[in-house]
């Protein structure tokens, strides 16, 4: 039905760079919005970076002035740029889509990918 496929994952040092990719596919009618959100081992799931459809941006405190959330319409790929990465950034990062589909056309729907690992060292 719809496919998100999350890349740029990796290994990088601290202060380093990272750019994340998140492709969405399949029967997508409109995006109501997309976001990443990261989970480390024994934590909560957090909300990282969210991108609205009218182009509303929302930052966790703990990555505002570093992590960059974009997205390219016409490839429907959604980046994270992140910069100055920290140890504490290490995670699993999702890509998370809102959107109506095409079998399903009253009511949003969201979808997970697989996840990429982010992985800082210090």
């Known amino acids: 039905q719809v496919q998100l496929v999350e890349s740029g994952g990796g290994l990088v040092q601290a202060g380093g760079s990272l750019r994340l990719s998140c492709a969405a596919s399949g029967s997508i009618v409109s995006i109501n919005g997309m976001g990443w959100f990261r989970q480390a081992p024994g934590k909560e799931r957090e909300t990282v970076a969210v991108?609205?459809?009218?182009?509303?941006?929302y930052y966790d405190d703990s990555v505002k002035g570093r992590f960059t959330i974009s997205m390219d319409n016409a490839k429907n790929t959604l980046y994270l740029q992140m910069d100055n990465l920290k140890p504490e950034d290490t995670a699993m990062y999702y890509c998370?889509?809102?959107?109506?589909?095409?079998?399903?056309?009253?009511?949003?729907?969201?979808?997970r990918g697989q996840g990429t690992q982010v992985t800082v060292s210090s």
């Open positions: 991108l609205g459809s009218g182009g509303s941006t």
């Open positions: 998370k889509l809102m959107a109506i589909v095409t079998t399903e056309r009253s009511k949003l729907s969201a979808f």
